[in-house]
């Protein structure tokens, strides 16, 4: 019998703004140096570690730079058919926010075997209702 590894789902963090104004003035004031050397990103030490024991899906998710919570749930749910039983989900930053919204508002065909949530992006001073992904924790009662 050929035994499937276990899957781990990473969504990556972003950034979201008020308006495309205020997005666009982020924009100019950011800088680009194509010298710079890529960064090492903790997902790329965690895919390393466990290549071998573990499947990974590891979307880009839309226009990271000034995220929409409607835009990644309809990217997201081009993924769940591809995810199996006992799938291990993270989320990193925004990441965490959108895994926590649309866990509480969708039920997904197959059991989370764990979800892991790095610095996610939930409070009230971080987590306004820009972009959509804020979540109604007072009235959170777990998952859908």
Known sequence: MNKQKP????????????TNEVFYTALRRWTYDIY???RKR???????????????????MPC???????????WFEKMVPYFRDG???VGHS?????????LTENKLPVTIAQLHLIAP????VDCKDVGGFKIDIAAWSGFA
């Open 121 to 124: 992006v939930i409070d009230d």
């Open 87 to 89: 799938v291990i989900l």
């Open 36 to 38: 710079k050397p890529e």
């Open 94 to 102: 925004l990441g965490g926010a959108f895994l926590l919204r649309y």
């Open 7 to 18: 899957q781990i789902v990473i969504i990556h963090g972003g950034d979201s703004f008020a």
């Open 42 to 60: 903790w997902r790329d030490a965690l895919v390393g570690n466990l290549v071998h024991s573990h499947e990974f899906i590891i979307p880009e």
């Open 64 to 74: 990271k730079q000034n995220a929409d919570y409607i835009a990644w749930s309809i």
